[in-house]
DNA sequence: CTGAAAGCGCTTACAG
DNA sequence: CTGAAAGCGCTTACAG
């Protein structure tokens, strides 16, 4: 059935180190695993013949007999590629220094079988640790689930789930409330939000610092400045011409995304509603498009790179350390002013 | 050193299978693999106990066994996440169908250890197959290298690299053309282009099929008209205050991708420029940011998921089959018209 | 149609 | 500081 399997190459194998190296195996693997125990001019031959020979440990090899599998998973969903994208990046980076490798494990939100495709993904594979991203980090059900599995996991979301052995917690509430702090600052007090899914809590709490921050002021936000999207383009313009064909239309309008923010630009446009004099927008992610519109949207950023890479740091030590668990972690993001706010226009 | 070994999860391994079917690992083996020669009973009952016990044959033992790791490897650059994104959810589709998981692995187009990385990466992970995407796959060492190491791999490219044992080449040159045709057909002569970054192939091709079109409608891209940017938004702008500051300034400008598209549409709105009445805008890559700007860009579409789908596909047949290489599959790809493109105003 | 044995390439107590 | 043996969880000829 597969004839190519006969001219496999031949990769060296352990035994042919110690072979050309005139030891053992043992010893060899002693080297492989930085052991204190070899000497000095025996670890330097065997380093030699390694180099020479190009040899590299075969990861399901080690996995197989040292019960690792050096692979860890990162458990994404499958909206706002770019997000995902600049994260796994991060990922891999970190995951290459520590010679692990990276399996991507794309899952959807509302799949009812979800936990048992998880399940069987962690026994397939043997994953040692695992990442999961926002928002399947906040399916409840998830980090339960691994830990009665024993694989340690690290969840990146907008707020705690103490059944993650680590997290990262990114303060989008506090993000939110900058948003509303520079609107009232320049001068608005008709502000309106379009907001994420409310079952997701990156969409409620952004949804709830944004109204804290505006209450403090004295500010209200009625029902009918509040629309809920779904951070898509589409729920986006659908939630902004509603906003913007008010009677008493707002003059600020946050929304939960960069996506959504876009489509409140090109729902004011067609309005002939000017941005920023007669209208400003602030957004959120600060993905590339933000400063690709014209003008480009005011929005808050999450260091994703440095999430990422913390992320991965954590789960590698929750694998190689001694502890089951780590403390959260606390991200706090920061806002970026560009030209779509402005003062109120007399 | 790791406490946590001690309690480590013991998984249901084959041998608990076949203890619990009263029949010999090997028989379990038969029908894991599929394998006819099992009675219609036999096979019964260790699927049934298979399902009780939630047992999932472990990816490394069976890779270890069979020579085959299960694994299959993406090689990306690390531009553009939004179409990395969505090409690896592609490939994981069909990964996932078939039995496979799938190992990222971004590389560098500068490193100049690139080949030493990537056979490294061979040799640890024992990947069955690779996917490898533009414009990393435009190197031409790689898929030398991965014939060496008799690991089959796929390129996705704009030009057919005969070193790969599968390509999936996308008619970018064709499309290009379509771009200068439309243009031609909405009456504009004075046109102009931004290109990617030369050592491409896909910003060369897309180059040429751009003015060759263009010649055959007896218009000519002096060089005055062509500036070459690297993709970038920054590079955009930079070709496109260029462009529009000329004496005798084009009606008609094509970028390489439509984030520089995007960049020409900024340009143009600082200088008042109104488009598409006084300036029409093509890009190309239909990505996301294409139809959220306004007005929304008239674009190329290449079918990403498709090509993903298609890449990975092949990928399994050589690995399964006993082909060594099979036919080029050529991806033919569309123009979609929107309103940033018009006849061309009095 | 079914089974006992060897082996894939490593690591891990156990000795020395 | 170094080595011989067993074992990780599977598959593969080889027998029957």
Redesign the pocket.
């Known amino acids: 059935m597969n004839g190519r399997l006969a001219i496999l190459p ?6 042919d180190v110690a072979r050309a190296a ?9 080297v ?2 930085k ?5 000095e ?3 330097r031959t065997i380093e030699g013949v390694i180099a020479n020979l190009g ?4 990861l399901r ?2 996995g ?5 599998s050096f692979l860890l998973g990162v458990v994404q969903g499958y909206q706002n590629a770019h997000v995902v994208g600049v994260l796994q990046h991060g990922i891999v980076e970190v995951c290459s220094g520590a010679g692990y490798e990276l399996l991507v494990h794309p899952v959807s939100v509302q799949d009812p079988r979800l936990a048992d495709n998880l399940r069987d993904f962690v026994r397939r594979t043997h994953v040692d640790a695992l990442v999961v991203l926002p928002p399947v980090s906040e399916i409840a059900a998830i980090p339960r689930l691994l830990a009665r599995l024993s694989v340690p996991s690290v969840g990146i979301a907008a707020v705690r789930d103490p059944a993650y052995p680590a997290m990262l917690v990114t303060a989008e509430r506090d993000a939110a409330s900058m948003v509303a702090d520079h609107f009232v600052s320049l001068g608005h007090r008709r502000i309106a939000m379009v907001t994420g899914p409310m079952k997701f809590y990156s969409a409620s709490e952004r949804e709830q610092g944004f109204r804290i921050a505006l209450e403090r002021a004295d500010i209200l936000l009625p029902p009918s400045y509040v629309r809920e999207g779904n951070y898509s383009f589409e729920s986006g313009l659908a939630a902004a011409i509603g906003l913007l064909s008010l009677p008493d239309r707002p003059t600020a309008i946050f929304a939960g995304n960069d996506i959504m923010a876009a489509a409140v630009l090109k729902v004011a446009r067609d309005l002939k509603i000017d941005v920023p004099d007669k209208l400003s927008i602030a957004g959120f992610d600060d993905s590339d498009i933000a400063s690709m519109l014209s003008p480009a949207i005011t929005t808050i950023r999450r260091p994703l790179i440095e999430i990422a890479r913390e992320a991965t740091r954590r789960a590698i030590t929750l694998v190689e350390g001694d502890a089951h668990s780590l403390p959260d972690h606390h991200i706090a993001l920061s806002l970026i002013v560009r030209q779509s706010t402005a003062p109120l226009g007399n």
């Open positions: 031949h990769y060296a194998t352990i035994t005139g030891v053992s195996v043992r010893t060899v693997s002693r492989l695993n052991s204190p125990k070899v000497g001019e025996t670890r040899f590299q440990p075969s090899a080690r197989l007999a040292a019960r690792r």
